[in-house]
């Protein structure tokens, strides 16, 4: 049974930083690639980044190009989102997918507010 949980989120004031974390089960994270997206109340979901099933390439929106970057874990079958230098406008709900075999699969999120 594929399952993802995120965690981390949390309350940071702008400039912080914040390490989510995605925790798959039922697959292996070597072989699909999974994404980050997030998403605010009334808007459409966004892509924020992805990274590939050899873990060394990964795809960032601009809006947190040199800010977040993702990285994994083989051995707990976990992916990470490290966040610096966070802003008002990166708070969402944000969540991590993998499709497999055209079957999408998302976590239940995990929320991220950044306030001062």
């Known amino acids: 049974q594929v399952q993802l949980v995120e965690s981390g989120g949390g309350l940071v004031q702008p400039g912080g930083s914040l390490r989510l974390s995605c925790v798959a089960s039922?697959?292996?994270?070597?072989?699909?690639?999974i994404a980050w997206y997030r998403q605010v109340p009334g808007k459409k979901r966004e892509l924020v980044a992805i990274?590939?099933?050899?873990?060394?390439?990964?795809n960032y929106a601009d809006s947190v190009k040199d800010r977040f970057t993702c990285s994994r874990d083989t051995a707990k079958n976990t992916v990470y989102l490290q966040m610096n230098n966070l802003k008002p406008e990166d708070t969402a709900v944000y969540y991590c997918?993998?499709?497999?075999?055209?079957?999408?699969?998302w976590g239940q999120g995990t929320q991220v507010t950044v306030s001062s």
């Open positions: 997918k993998v499709d497999i075999s055209s079957v999408r699969y």
């Open positions: 039922g697959f292996q994270i070597t072989k699909y690639p």
């Open positions: 990274i590939s099933t050899l873990g060394v390439d990964s």
